[in-house]
């Protein structure tokens, strides 16, 4: 005879949860590797600018968007739900920061991505130079993705190392 184990909900839902952190915010950590050696290659431009896009509307926002649910059903499991954060502010700051990484993603990043895309879409035409708007668009994508992975860094450091 075997014993059971029962499954615990919230063991779970704290799986899904990371495991969402894993996959909405890990590519951001590659793209600084990788767009670099795009601009070093710049006829490659669109591919990953488009590569990119895809992979935030298909993949990552809707993953980051599970992460409230998974997030919210935790708390509820946990009984916590009279001042929803138990009164942790090291929950309340992750919660907080977390909002304003979706708000730079869905607001500043996914738009100035978009528009990367539309530059690059074209090549110049042979013996012009390229279009002068894709370096500036190109720095807009670079520095929203650098504040989405410092905030992850944050969040991360808040949700584990749990400070204060």
Do not use: C
């Not at 615990?8 to 590797?33: C, K, N, R, T």
């Not at 993949?59 to 001042?83: E, H, K, Q, W």
């Amino acid at each position: 005879m075997t014993e059971e184990v029962p499954v615990d909900l919230f063991g779970i839902l704290l799986f899904l949860h990371v495991l969402g952190a894993i996959v909405a915010f890990g590519p951001g950590f590659a793209a600084m590797i990788v767009g670099p050696m795009v601009a070093k290659e710049p006829q490659h431009a669109n591919f990953y600018a488009r590569t990119q896009v895809a992979a935030g509307r298909k993949l990552i926002t809707p993953v980051a968007i599970s992460m409230a649910v998974t997030g919210v059903l935790m708390i509820v499991v946990r009984g916590d739900m009279a001042s929803i954060t138990g009164g942790k502010r090291w929950l309340e700051t992750a919660i907080l920061l977390y909002v304003v990484s979706v708000v730079v993603a869905m607001a500043y990043q996914a738009p100035a991505g978009r528009r990367l895309v539309e530059l690059t879409s074209t090549p110049p035409a042979p013996g012009s130079a390229p279009d002068p708007a894709i370096p500036a668009a190109a720095r807009r994508v670079r520095i929203g993705g650098m504040v989405l992975v410092f905030l992850t860094v944050v969040i991360t450091f808040l949700m584990v190392v749990k400070p204060f």
